[in-house]
């Protein structure tokens, strides 16, 4: 169900996939061990919020400014690559679960990209 006070940057269907992205994330942390609580998997769900955190942010500012968010998302998104790959190597996720990650973070730094070229072509 919609809000009845609802922001534009909603619509934006980078952030819809990097709210998807972040959700999996938080789900796949919680059978990591518990020695990773304020290790990989914090690092792992802030870097994964931090994409549409930083897309809902910028999105309200100019076009460079929001630039200059789209490309932290774009960073975060990267990071989230780096993390997964830990945690299939420390046997906390499978490789199909890497491959998942690895796949809509794919289709999420694409959109990135595509957004902040057409906000630079404006």
């Not at 999996?24 to 020695?35: C, D, G, L, W």
């Not at 802030?46 to 774009?74: P, Q, V």
């Amino acid at each position: 169900m919609k809000s009845q006070y609802h922001f534009r940057f909603e619509d934006l269907k980078v952030y819809q996939r990097a709210m998807g992205f972040g959700e999996s994330v938080n789900s796949q942390v919680e059978n990591f061990p518990t020695h990773e609580i304020y290790k990989l998997s914090s690092q792992f769900i802030r870097a994964a919020d931090s994409i549409a955190l930083n897309i809902a942010e910028g999105s309200a500012s100019t076009d460079a400014n929001f630039i200059r968010y789209l490309k932290m998302a774009w960073d975060s998104s990267h990071e989230c690559v780096a993390i997964s790959t830990k945690a299939r190597i420390r046997g906390y996720i499978t490789f199909n679960e890497d491959e998942e990650n690895r796949k809509q973070i794919t289709e999420i730094s694409k959109m990135t990209s595509s957004l902040i070229k057409h906000l630079k072509s404006k």
